[in-house]
């Protein structure tokens, strides 16, 4: 791992570096919620408005950051699977397609586990531990918060991800797979962890 990493939790001023990792981290579907928004604001000022939220399950107050020297180098997002859902957003962008395209992911009831919603690293800071010593951060935290499960979502074609949750005794769940487009016929695999 990188000498000189450090951990803290995430604060508001964080909110777009946040937002444009979990934009990231989501593979499409973050661009896929939020398409049709009025112009005046990018996908990125939006979402960072549901991360400065401290009542929303996006929020920073849900994050854990790494950061190497003075730069933030990656973060994890987790918080109960009791909260996991469809985020709320105005009607005139969650059209009944995005329900429909999205709801097979959001059908299982993930209310018992612990939720890892996002885990990312900057590019140039992979590779060197500190997605898992992230990860592994997050899943103590669970332990302490009394879960016996940790849960989380990851595309079937993240092979490095998938890899890194399986050294962890992840285990695939079940697959999910959406008959709508964008995401006709992707799979997401559903992974849990005993903790």
Known sequence: MIGGAKFRSAVRKDKLWIARAMRFASEGIVDFLFSGLPSILSVDEYLSLEVARKSSFLSYKNTLIVEVGNEIAGIITCYPGLYFSLPEIPNFVFT???????????????????????????????????????????????????????SLYVWETNSSAIALYRKLDFVVIKSVRSSFFPFKNRERLLLYKNL
């Open 96 to 150: 009944r397609e995005k329900i429909q395209s999205l709801r097979p992911f959001y059908a299982i009831d993930l209310s018992h586990t612990f939720y890892i919603d996002t885990l990312f690293v900057a590019e140039k800071f992979r590779n060197q531990g500190l997605a898992k010593k992230l990860l592994e951060k997050s899943l103590n935290v669970a332990k302490n918060r009394g879960f016996s499960v940790a």
